[in-house]
């Protein structure tokens, strides 16, 4: 059973740090990639950052220079630092897992594997 958990979110103030992480367990495919995606209220769900099995990584526009995904060695948490927060940040943050290739993209309907989700504020 595939379990993803987020934890990190917060409050904070524009400008300031936050950093989430997600423990995967249940991935029993040997490759995998493994996202983050924002939903702010009244807007789809968007991407963010995603990091693919060969380590390799990709970055939605708005926060491209910003935030930087990572993973530890083991491949078991995924880390989303966020610098230089803007309010515009504000929304819930969620972390996904796709045993499928991200080759053609990594639209949230490619990842089968959600956690429940951690909500960050940035005010102003």
């Known amino acids: 059973q595939v379990q993803l958990v987020e934890s990190g979110g917060g409050s904070v103030q524009a400008g300031g740090s936050l950093r989430l992480s997600c423990a995967a367990s249940g991935l029993t495919y040997s490759s995998y990639s493994l996202g983050w995606f924002r939903q702010a209220p009244g807007k789809d769900r968007e991407g963010v950052a995603v990091?693919?099995?060969?380590?390799?990584?990709s970055y939605s526009y708005s926060v491209e220079g910003r935030f930087t995904i990572s993973q530890d060695n083991a491949k078991t948490t995924v880390y989303l630092q966020m610098n230089s927060l803007k309010p515009e940040d504000t929304a819930w943050y969620y972390c996904?897992?796709?045993?499928?290739?991200?080759?053609?993209?990594?639209?949230?309907?490619?990842?089968?594997?959600w956690g429940q989700g951690t909500q960050v504020t940035v005010s102003s």
């Open positions: 990091i693919a099995s060969d380590g390799s990584t």
């Open positions: 996904a897992a796709t045993p499928f290739s991200i080759a053609m993209g990594w639209a949230p309907s490619r990842f089968p594997y």
